[in-house]
């Protein structure tokens, strides 16, 4: 059976359901601890809004996205936050959306 591949623009599933196995913290302790937790729950709150419209949220995601990317450069790919998935993930997103990054 072949296998079925979700859309470029997809929203990750632990983002797009709020869910990050490893995550403690939550959307409604706002904190800027973890690196790029208000980015997410920006997205989070977005995504509840527009539930059936995810698309609507694209700039939250970008803007996460590029947060994360912010955190991994700025310590040399060793930054950690439970906000953010891993930098390869990150990486490939930021590419496949016209983001350079190196």
Do not use: F
């Not at 590029?66 to 906000?83: L, R, V």
């Amino acid at each position: 059976m072949a296998k079925v591949l979700p859309p470029r623009n997809a929203v990750p599933q632990d983002i797009l359901y709020g869910y990050n196995a490893d995550s403690h913290a939550t959307c409604l302790q706002p904190t800027s601890d973890p690196p790029c937790q208000a980015e997410a729950c920006a997205l989070q709150s977005c995504l509840n809004k527009n539930t059936y419209t995810p698309e609507k949220c694209d700039d939250h995601v970008r803007k996460l996205y590029k947060c994360c990317w912010d955190m991994y450069t700025q310590t040399d790919g060793k930054g950690e936050s439970t906000a953010c998935p891993m930098q390869s993930v990150v990486r490939r997103w930021l590419k496949n959306h016209g983001e350079h990054v190196d």
